[in-house]
């Protein structure tokens, strides 16, 4: 009988050639929470090693400190405002009549970075694109769109601008504690993602952008090391730069 | 054998099962009853180390030393396992920017991935940087919609693939994101980016009708879902047809089971993510029989999902 059966199937692939068709009858799923139980299996540890003893003489030095939790957020956050800020002093540097800074919360690639040592990889993590520093000059009703544009978002790292987020837009915008004169240009330094469109930002496209040769990886690098230089700690706090309208 | 246990123990035609299991022509391509496993990635981006011990949420957790641990056990106790990623295999850590995707791509083919969808990070070394780390990739790069015509990925990725495991045919095919405002035009170049709604419906159909697949599975790169009308996993389960899973990503979305969408034939289409870094290992176990009345075996699924381990 089971001879008779398994002839049967075999005269009937070779008279069809083609696939039997089979229908899902059940599905489970589960997950694994990865490095959970420690076992590893060391080919691969053998196998990053020559990358990883290169990587680390380089990602493991200790360029300064943080005396706060800096932490990933929104509508504002102390991680947020560090890349903001970092960001303002270097353009600043550069070009003493930059008004502020605004960088895409997205941008952000770490959720948190704890008080304590920070290292070059820490802000890789944080800010792995080569993206560099740009100078675009806003006229003030295309500044309130963006404000509009990062209320929609839900808020993105400011420095030097603050405004209220009220039913998905911005209200009470004010730029360096002044409302917004839309006829005026200001000087905005962001990341040359933004500046080209990036993250829906399109209306930033025609408008007159001076890139400056800096990774904003490597501006966020020497604001730490700046501030170690003079002993201090990171130490952004949150202070109603955006906020929830009451 | 945990999970096959707790598998036979939870459902109540456990016993059948057993029975079918014991059935003397399993291993024949007549047999009635055939299984699969389907292990998945999304959105790792280039956690090749755990995350550090620094006291945070994700201390010590990923890695792919511990991925691959877990995936030569399941592979043990599993006969057919397929395993799948998303896309955003690369950027994150220092590794990307010092060897700019390389050991990724490697130890992704030493865990045997059996294809994997690309996300728009993926682009970050410029679309000639990834078509050059194709040379180390021992598997496919899979997306139907995006259009790589005069660009260095000409001919070097694939709308779709069939793989046949377990005496099972298993439709793979891939979608990209929108690349526009989220990618730098000099990183995509000349990609073309086509709606992947139209393209979803065409090619799953083909896989299920045409090729006559036993099961398809969308590996995609455009997010969970959306407050806005943007294009997401949801939107392409609800239009679409005939897919059967949803591999999803963008998003970084950790779902505890995959969630279940009512698809444009009144079936069920699965989708699921598993957040992002390498944390987590999703699995999908699905049993099929041969049988005139599909519906009839659709209608009951097991869910002994939530236990988490490894």
């Not at chain 1, 690639?109 to 560099?132: H, Q």
Request: glycine residues 10%.
């Amino acid at each position: 009988m089971r001879l008779r059966l398994l002839y049967t199937s075999i005269l009937l692939l070779a008279v069809t050639g083609c696939h039997k068709p089979y229908y899902i009858s059940q599905h489970s799923n589960r997950h694994y929470a990865v490095g959970k139980d420690g076992k590893t299996d060391s080919s691969y540890t053998r196998f990053l090693a020559p990358y990883k003893l290169r990587m680390d003489s380089t990602m493991q030095v200790v360029i300064g400190r943080t005396d706060t939790n800096l932490t990933k957020a929104q509508p504002e956050c102390t991680l947020g405002n560090f890349v903001a800020d970092a960001m303002l002093q270097a353009a600043k540097q550069r070009n003493s009549n930059v008004d502020a800074a605004v960088c895409n919360y997205g941008g952000m690639r770490i959720p948190y970075i704890n008080a304590g040592n920070i290292t070059v990889g820490r802000m890789y993590e944080l800010m792995p694109f080569d993206n560099a520093l740009t100078i675009v000059e806003v006229p003030g009703k295309i500044l309130i769109q963006w404000c509009n544009h990062m209320a929609a978002m839900k808020g993105w790292p400011v420095s030097g601008i603050s405004y209220l987020l009220q039913d998905g837009a911005a209200e009470y915008i004010r730029i360096n504690q002044q409302p917004i004169d839309e006829n005026k240009i200001y000087l905005i330094a962001t990341n040359d993602y933004l500046a080209t469109g990036g993250d829906k930002c399109s209306f930033l496209t025609p408008l007159k952008a001076t890139p400056v040769n800096l990774f904003i990886r490597d501006i966020l690098i020497d604001y730490v090391k700046a501030l170690h230089k003079d002993n201090k700690p990171l130490h952004p706090y949150i202070e109603k730069r955006v906020r929830y309208a009451e | 054998m945990l999970n096959r246990r707790s598998f036979l123990k939870k459902t109540s035609i456990g016993a059948g099962l057993l029975a079918a299991g014991s059935f003397p022509l399993e291993s024949f391509a007549g047999s009635r009853e055939k299984k699969i496993t389907i292990l998945h990635t999304n959105d790792v981006h280039s956690r090749l180390d755990p995350f550090p011990n620094d006291g945070g949420k994700l201390a010590g957790m990923g890695g792919v030393a511990a991925r691959a641990e877990l995936i030569s056990q399941i592979r043990g106790e599993c006969d057919n396992v397929l395993l799948l990623d998303a896309g955003d295999m690369l950027q994150g850590t220092p590794y990307f920017n010092m060897y700019k995707g390389e050991p990724e791509i490697k130890a992704m083919t030493m865990m045997g991935y059996d294809a994997c969808t690309m996300g728009n990070h993926d682009f970050d070394a410029g679309i000639d940087g990834f078509a050059r780390l194709l040379s180390f990739a021992g598997f496919p790069v899979l997306v139907a919609n995006y259009d790589f015509t005069n660009t260095p990925l000409e001919h070097k990725t694939a709308p779709y693939t069939i793989i046949k495991k377990g005496g099972l045919k298993i439709g793979i095919f891939g979608l990209g994101i929108e690349l526009e405002g989220l990618v730098s035009g000099a990183a995509f170049g000349n990609t073309k980016y086509n709606n992947p709604i139209p393209v979803a419906k065409a090619v799953s159909e083909k896989l299920k009708r045409d090729e006559k697949c036993d099961m398809v599975i969308c590996l995609s790169h455009l997010g969970y879902e959306y407050e806005t009308n943007k294009i997401s996993d949801k939107t392409i389960a609800k239009e679409t047809e005939y897919i059967d899973l949803i591999i999803g990503g963008h998003t970084h979305t950790f779902l505890d089971s995959p969630a279940t969408e009512r698809n444009a034939g009144g079936g069920e289409t699965l989708i699921n993510q598993v957040g992002w870094g390498g944390v987590r290992l999703g699995r999908l176990d699905y049993v099929f029989h041969s049988g005139k009345n599909p519906e009839l075996y659709k209608s009951h699924s097991v869910n002994i999902n939530k236990e988490t381990s490894g």
